[in-house]
């Protein structure tokens, strides 16, 4: 497809001996949810962290926007426009909201060699953010992240994403631990992230989450891809459960 | 509070306490100390500590004078070089805990026993000679003193003013005070967002050793005397300084004029007991009775504050 935003082809990752991807095919479309399920050990995270960085893979291609990369580390992902929230989020809790969505890209006003924070500028845009996620009640952005429910959490770090433009946010079990009403909210962020343009990649135990949220269904097991296009409007979460076990030869399609 | 309730106890008991050479004495060595303090609270602020500083405190005064006595180089070149190779020191304490992910406990443990070692071995335990320092530009740069009215003020205290405020400073309003306090606060949050969590830590030990250094030196043209088993066990006075003045010992949070509080809480009880009669050698009670009260005044604030939200 010309419109993937991120494609990996033959992509394979080994620990030592051990082949954590193996000739791993994905792609993910501008605008697309993929759901990425699994059972434990199947490889999503592997794939998550060559995506984002945390380590290379042994062998095949990335290309992003069409180009081929070569992610080395955290640092060549965000760059790409790769934004990953972890199931923790991410966040460091005794820092505001403010200080932790600007962490790592603080804007500086003043002379440059001062680096002097425009906690001015964080904060407004901070506080405009978090009623574009819509964090019902008023929350000022110099709120520790410690005082914020797991949802809200989610919601900053979901909000971060969306700031700084990331084309594609890969979100790590985002409503893991969270309420019902938590998780519909944190569910509707990440719709109004793809409305808004980006690009998701959602991880989660529960398959039911993973329906209600995404486009297409990608399914894997020891560290192979064995369905990639899955739609979720028209298969039931039995089957998709078979497929992740392997019960099923495969899925007919 | 905890200050002033301090200050007014030992006033009303002894009201030589808040005399003017009183004060100007405590002042004096508080900020030589101070300086430590104040570079421990970012690096502990950032989730690790050092506890070569005290040895450091001793060696650094101790190589520049055996350079000077020497005739190797000029008294200037010697502080120089002390402050470079304690730069080393803390590069490498830094790359130690970065790099082969060993504790900070035993990295620093380690580097005390071969910096005091090595200061020792150099001098074969004897001091070395200071009085050659009259006269020196750098000397009257670092402790020249001058009285304002009454108050005998040695340069040393404008040192500890300038270092508070820039630290201060780096902490809160810079970026890099953002990075330190998210390095402490949670390091593979702060990694996945770029921020060189290696670097900061690494910078910090540097920083520390060479205001260690600074400070021993300091110290020695102050007194008079480089003596390599100076600085013994200031290594937990300063630690217990910076968890008096707020700074959680697991990282994240830390204030400079928290460690300000705690610098001067310290000194001031350590000098007022003493006036007040209590013998000399009881101040650890009292030391150890303070970190004890202020963990449980911590702990009680902390679990009110979490009942609240």
Request: proline share 6%; no cysteine.
């Given at each position: 497809m010309a419109d993937d935003l991120i494609r990996m082809e033959h992509v394979d990752k080994f620990y030592g001996r051990v082949?954590?991807?193996?000739d791993v095919n994905f792609s993910v479309a501008r605008r697309e949810i993929v759901g990425l399920l699994g059972d434990n050990g199947a490889g999503k995270s592997t794939l998550i962290k060559v995506l984002s960085g945390a380590v290379r893979a042994t062998g095949g291609d990335i290309t992003v926007r069409g180009q081929r990369v070569d992610i080395r580390n955290t640092t060549d992902a965000i760059a790409l426009g790769i934004e990953t929230i972890y199931q923790d989020s991410?966040?460091?809790?005794?820092?505001?909201i403010a200080r932790n969505l600007f962490l790592g890209r603080e804007p500086i006003k003043g002379p440059r060699f001062l680096n002097r924070m425009d906690v001015r500028l964080m904060d407004e845009v901070a506080g405009d953010l978090l009623r574009k996620v819509g964090i019902g009640k008023m929350i000022p952005a110099s709120t520790p992240i410690a005082s914020l429910s797991g949802g809200e959490r989610q919601a900053v770090a979901i909000a971060r994403a969306m700031h700084f433009d990331s084309d594609l946010i890969i979100l790590d079990?985002?409503?893991?631990?969270?309420?019902v009403a938590e998780t519909q909210g944190v569910l509707r962020f990440v719709r109004n992230a793809r409305d808004s343009g980006h690009s998701c990649i959602f991880i989660a135990h529960n398959i039911h989450h993973v329906f209600q949220v995404v486009d297409r269904i990608v399914v894997m097991r020891r560290g192979r891809i064995?369905?990639?296009?899955?739609d979720p409007k028209r298969t039931s979460v039995a089957e998709v459960e078979d497929v992740i076990t392997g019960d099923l030869a495969g899925l007919a399609h | 509070m905890l200050l002033v309730l301090e200050l007014a106890i030992f006033y009303a008991i002894n009201p030589a306490f808040l005399s003017v050479l009183n004060i100007s004495n405590t002042l004096t060595f508080t900020v030589e100390l101070g300086l430590i303090a104040l570079a421990m609270t970012l690096l502990m602020t950032a989730g690790e500590f050092d506890l070569s500083v005290g040895s450091l405190f001793g060696f650094a005064p101790v190589l520049m004078w055996t350079l000077f006595n020497g005739g190797v180089t000029s008294l200037s070149v010697g502080f120089l070089i002390s402050l470079v190779v304690a730069a080393l020191i803390g590069l490498f304490n830094g790359l130690f805990v970065t790099r082969l992910k060993i504790p900070s406990f035993l990295v620093t443990l380690g580097m005390l026993l071969v910096v005091r070692g090595t200061a020792l071995f150099v001098t074969n335990g004897f001091p070395q000679r200071t009085?050659?320092?009259?006269?020196q530009w750098l000397a009257s740069l670092l402790v020249g003193d001058f009285y304002v009215g009454p108050f005998r003020v040695y340069a040393s205290l404008f040192w500890f003013v300038a270092a508070a405020i820039i630290l201060g400073y780096v902490l809160t309003e810079t970026k890099y005070g953002n990075w330190i306090q998210a390095t402490g606060g949670n390091a593979s949050a702060a990694r996945a967002r770029g921020v060189d969590v290696a670097g900061v830590k690494v910078a910090l030990f540097i920083l520390t050793a060479v205001m260690s250094a600074f400070a021993g030196i300091i110290s020695s043209i102050r007194t008079s005397a480089a003596n390599?088993?100076?600085?013994?066990?200031y290594e937990l006075e300063v630690i217990a300084m910076v968890v008096i003045g707020g700074t959680a010992l697991t990282g994240g949070r830390g204030t400079i004029v928290g460690a300000v509080l705690g610098i001067l809480i310290l000194r001031v009880m350590r000098n007022g007991i003493v006036l007040i009669g209590v013998p000399g050698l009881a101040y650890n009670i009292f030391i150890g009775a303070i970190i004890l009260g202020m963990m449980a005044l911590h702990s009680w604030l902390e679990r009110r504050h979490q009942a609240e939200t």
């Open positions: 082949q954590a991807l193996d991410a966040l460091v809790t005794q820092l505001s079990e985002p409503t893991n631990n969270l309420g064995v369905a990639d296009d899955i | 009085w050659s320092a009259g006269g390599p088993n100076s600085g013994t066990g």
